[in-house]
């Protein structure tokens, strides 16, 4: 030590000194996160452990509870498993989601369809095809639009198509049977329940009679109703079609090109 020049020594001891202060400073930080971790408010939710479909009666299976900050979470979320237990779901919820009041029926109600209908509200099932059911794209939880298209007595010569109830509610999918002629095998029909009013009921129920029945399938937050005059044939059609579908008389020959030949003195036509 006695041959280290003071300088080195000088050198060195502000080495080390910085190296302990950014130590100490790490160490310190290190510290002071899990402080302000700490300072965020956090309180007990109740979530979906996984997708439940609407009508589904609560089990705790079906539960789990997460730790979320207090700000995110809503006034009327779930915050006590065992009250959940037994409550039906109004809607489809997602693996993950916080359960809220307003996505179940009221305590009491049963489970399955009866159980998610509202008040004053009715379930009326009808028959789709693969194409009028939007292939198959509508699920529980969606609301449609039901068209209706009429083709007879007054409307047979001049087809007409228009909406006739908007923003309905679907509450389930399904199939039905069709029994077919002797000898032909039965025919599986894809069928839509809606929630209507009674009087969205009764029309309902006249228009898939009367005519035939296609569902638009709404956006997420499409709420608005939007009135439509409806569509027809004739107003599909240009006017050179118009007229030609209103000619009801034979297609005229289309007239022929004629040459007059002169041969001395007779006369003599040529048709092309």
Same mark, same amino acid.
């Given at each position: 030590?006695?041959?280290? @020049?003071?300088?080195?020594?000088?050198?060195?001891?502000?080495?080390?000194?910085?190296?302990?202060?950014?130590?100490?400073?790490?160490?310190?930080?290190?510290?002071?996160?899990?402080?302000?971790?700490?300072?965020?408010?956090?309180? @007990?939710?109740?979530?979906?452990?996984?997708?439940?479909?609407?009508?589904?009666?609560?089990?705790?299976?079906?539960?789990?509870?997460?730790?979320?900050?207090?700000?995110?979470?809503?006034?009327?979320?779930?915050?006590?498993?065992?009250?959940? +237990?037994?409550?039906?779901?109004?809607?489809?919820?997602?693996?993950?989601?916080?359960?809220? +009041?307003?996505?179940?029926?009221?305590?009491?109600?049963?489970?399955?369809?009866?159980?998610?209908?509202?008040?004053?509200?009715?379930?009326?099932?009808?028959?789709?095809?693969?194409?009028?059911?939007?292939?198959?794209?509508?699920?529980?939880?969606?609301?449609?639009?039901?068209?209706?298209?009429?083709?007879?007595? +007054?409307?047979?010569?001049?087809?007409?198509?228009?909406?006739?109830?908007?923003?309905?509610?679907?509450?389930?999918?399904?199939?039905?049977?069709?029994?077919?002629?002797?000898?032909?095998?039965?025919?599986?029909?894809?069928?839509?329940?809606?929630?209507?009013? @009674?009087?969205?009921?009764?029309?309902?129920?006249?228009?898939?009679?009367?005519g035939t029945i296609t569902l638009a399938l709404r956006g997420w937050t499409e709420k608005a109703a939007i009135p439509t005059a409806g569509a027809r044939v004739s107003a599909l059609l240009t006017p050179e079609k118009k007229a030609a579908a209103n000619f009801e008389g034979p297609i005229p020959p289309p007239a022929k090109v004629g040459v007059e030949v002169i041969?001395?003195?007779?006369?003599?036509?040529?048709?092309?």
């Open positions: 030590m006695k041959n280290i @020049p003071p300088l080195l020594l000088l050198v060195l001891a502000v080495v080390f000194g910085g190296f302990a202060a950014y130590i100490a400073s790490g160490w310190l930080k290190a510290r002071a996160r899990p402080a302000a971790r700490d300072s965020v408010a956090m309180m @007990p939710a109740v979530a979906a452990a996984r997708n439940i479909a609407p009508g589904s009666v609560l089990i705790p299976e079906l539960l789990k509870v997460v730790q979320l900050p207090k700000e995110h979470v809503a006034a009327d979320a779930a915050t006590d498993l065992k009250a959940l +237990e037994g409550r039906v779901t109004r809607q489809l919820i997602v693996a993950g989601e916080v359960i809220q +009041e307003h996505e179940l029926a009221p305590k009491g109600a049963p489970g399955g369809m009866a159980g998610i209908i509202g008040n004053d509200k009715r379930a009326v099932t009808i028959k789709v095809d693969e194409a009028s059911g939007v292939a198959g794209f509508i699920v529980p939880g969606n609301r449609v639009d039901v068209l209706l298209s009429l083709d007879r007595n +007054e409307f047979k010569n001049d087809p007409v198509t228009q909406i006739v109830l908007q923003n309905l509610p679907v509450l389930g999918t399904g199939q039905d049977i069709e029994q077919q002629k002797a000898g032909e095998r039965p025919k599986v029909v894809p069928t839509v329940t809606l929630e209507v009013t @009674p009087e969205e009921g009764e029309r309902l129920a006249l228009a898939a009679k009367e041969r001395g003195v007779g006369r003599e036509m040529v048709n092309f």
